[in-house]
């Protein structure tokens, strides 16, 4: 069993930037990556990034790549997502979830899910 934890969102303005942070837990040995996916009211949830429990293998959706960063921390149960230039449109819930299998851009690709943070950009 595994458990995820999201920090770090808030308000902030268009051009800030922001880190997030996914805490995992529980049987994390079988865990194979983590990806963040985000939702908005009247959206599908949607793929942001990904990072394979290694921490090499990074992977970013089209809207957010450049901008954004995935990495896994020097503690090794924490992945974050660092933020920058963020917009408008990147106002959303955000979610990390965890697999046990292969890394996908797909929320079904994921056994585990956080319960998500706001984050919020104004104009």
């Known amino acids: 069993q595994v458990q995820l934890a999201e920090s770090g969102g808030g308000l902030v303005e268009a051009g800030d930037s922001l880190r997030i942070s996914c805490v995992v837990s529980?049987?994390?040995?079988?865990?194979?990556?983590v990806g963040w996916f985000r939702q908005a009211p009247g959206k599908e949830r949607e793929f942001v990034a990904a990072?394979?429990?290694?921490?090499?293998?990074?992977y970013y959706s089209n809207s957010v790549e450049g901008r954004f960063t995935v990495s896994r921390g020097s503690a090794k149960n924490t992945v974050y997502l660092q933020m920058n230039n963020l917009k408008p449109e990147d106002t959303a819930g955000y979610y990390c979830?965890?697999?046990?299998?292969?890394?996908?851009?797909?929320?079904?690709?994921?056994?585990?899910w956080g319960q998500g943070i706001q984050v919020t950009v104004s104009s």
């Open positions: 990072v394979s429990w290694t921490g090499i293998g990074t």
């Open positions: 979830a965890a697999t046990t299998r292969r890394i996908g851009n797909i929320p079904r690709a994921y056994e585990y």
């Open positions: 529980g049987r994390e040995f079988g865990i194979n990556g």
